[in-house]
């Protein structure tokens, strides 16, 4: 019991902390995307309380940064090792029962008839005209099946109340004469950015 608790709560934390870098480091690069989180929340959540889970539906915006944060970050690359458990054919492959099979959630999050500019930092293509979230079948970032990361249902839930909690009290910055950091990757068990450093700048201050 010991050890599967180690491994739920180090299957959930690395990833979590993962996918939390790249939203991060999207934002540095985005200053406009920022700006527009912070309008949101200042909006529907102001600076007088905690945000909480509940406010997340009146936050499509700030939900829709997150999620294209995972669609280009892409936490995991591609799904844990999965078994056709029957004769199956997907296209024009012959894939016999017993064969292991991986899929690549890299190429999946950046299929241009799916995602339209695929390279680029755009979270509104995941906002609907009537402001709710779209619901993109492809969007996989924590894999799909019974054997999905452990850590799907805890990082929205993570991310969205740290990423809420910051921007309504703080921006992102660079420290002085540093440039910008690159999205430059190291693969463990999941892809881990290279450290970098973010400035918090209180807002109530500018």
Known sequence: ???STM???NGGLVTSLSGLEFIFLYLLHNPDVQRRVQAEIDDVIGSDR???WDDRSALPYTTATIVESLRLGCVSPSTLPHV???DSTIEDYHVPKGTHVLASLFCLHRQPDVF???ESFRPERHVDIDGSLKNFENM?????APRFC???DWFHVFAFLIVTSVLQRYSLGLPAGKELPPFTTRMRVVRRLVPFTVVLTSRSAT
């Not at 996989?140 to 799909?144: D, L, N, Q, R, S």
Request: hydrophobic share 40%; proline share 13%.
């Open 84 to 86: 056709a458990t029957e």
């Open 140 to 144: 996989m970032p924590f894999g799909v």
């Open 50 to 52: 905690q945000p909480s």
């Open 150 to 152: 452990l850590g799907d």
């Open 7 to 9: 491994d739920l709560i």
């Open 1 to 3: 019991m010991i050890q």
């Open 116 to 118: 339209e500019d695929p």
